[in-house]
T-cell receptor, first 110, second 115 residues
Framework: SQQGEEDPQALSIQEGENATMNCSYK?????LQWYRQNSGRGLVHLIL?????REKHSGRLRVTLDTSKKSSSLLITASRAADTASYFC??????????FGKGTRLSVIA | EAQVTQNPRYLITVTGKKLTVTCSQN?????MSWYRQDPGLGLRQIYY???????DKGDVPEGYKVSRKEKRNFPLILESPSPNQTSLYFC??????????????FGSGTRLTVV
């Protein structure tokens, strides 16, 4: 049961530009989380936003949540080559465990 | 250091030969889970456990077994591996706040090849 769906599937930008990734989901949620995965490695938790929050910041990351549209976005400002990775959104709904989307592959070109 | 430890990192085995992938966490997390990751399919949950002696099936449990006898350990057992279980496997754990999982901590992954 794939809940979140990221868009675009792949994104290529120049170093210093901003990167925006979107996530849409189907059912009501308790919270939504974003993760980063470097090639073949384990996922790393970036940020969690609760259903009653609209925006959250962490360093160069900004996450927004629109529960009326069932969507979230992750903005990475002033991207660096080290930001090259796959980014996943994941949702928590009721008692069901975290359900991940298929991810956005971000390439930051130096 | 807070972490989830999976072993082995790489494993090549033959069809039908039972194997166990171990997972251990040192954060006293209640929740543990196994995922498999395949190209084009993303992460799919195999089994999860809300606490000791409590396990539940995820989206793709067929061909797998788990046990949660201790809070820190959550091994994944393949009784009779088949080539379609060739995949990258991740173990993850999380604490709960207000009955909901917080951010997950993932292990480094186990790349399994079944020939």
């Amino acid at each position: 049961s794939q809940q979140g769906e990221e868009d675009p599937q792949a994104l290529s930008i120049q170093e210093g530009e901003n990167a925006t990734m979107n996530c849409s989901y189907k059912t009501s949620i308790n919270n939504l989380q974003w993760y980063r995965q470097n090639s073949g490695r384990g996922l790393v938790h970036l940020i969690l936003i609760r259903s009653n929050e609209r925006e959250k910041h962490s360093g160069r990351l900004r996450v927004t949540l629109d529960t009326s549209k069932k969507s979230s976005s992750l903005l990475i400002t002033a991207s660096r080559a080290a930001d090259t990775a796959s980014y996943f959104c994941a949702t928590v709904s009721g008692n069901t465990p975290l359900v991940f989307g298929k991810g956005t592959r971000l390439s930051v070109i130096a | 250091e807070a972490q989830v430890t999976q072993n082995p990192r790489y494993l090549i085995t033959v069809t039908g030969k039972k194997l166990t992938v171990t997972c251990s966490q040192n954060m006293n997390h209640e929740y543990m889970s196994w995922y498999r990751q395949d190209p084009g399919l993303g992460l799919r949950q195999i089994y999860y456990s809300m606490n000791v002696e409590v396990t539940d099936k995820g989206d793709v449990p067929e061909g797998y077994k788990v046990s949660r006898k201790e809070k820190r350990n959550f091994p994944l057992i393949l009784e009779s591996p088949s080539p379609n279980q060739t995949s990258l496997y991740f173990c993850a754990s999380s604490a709960f706040t207000g009955g909901l999982p917080r951010g997950y901590t993932f292990g480094s992954g186990t790349r399994l090849t079944v020939v």
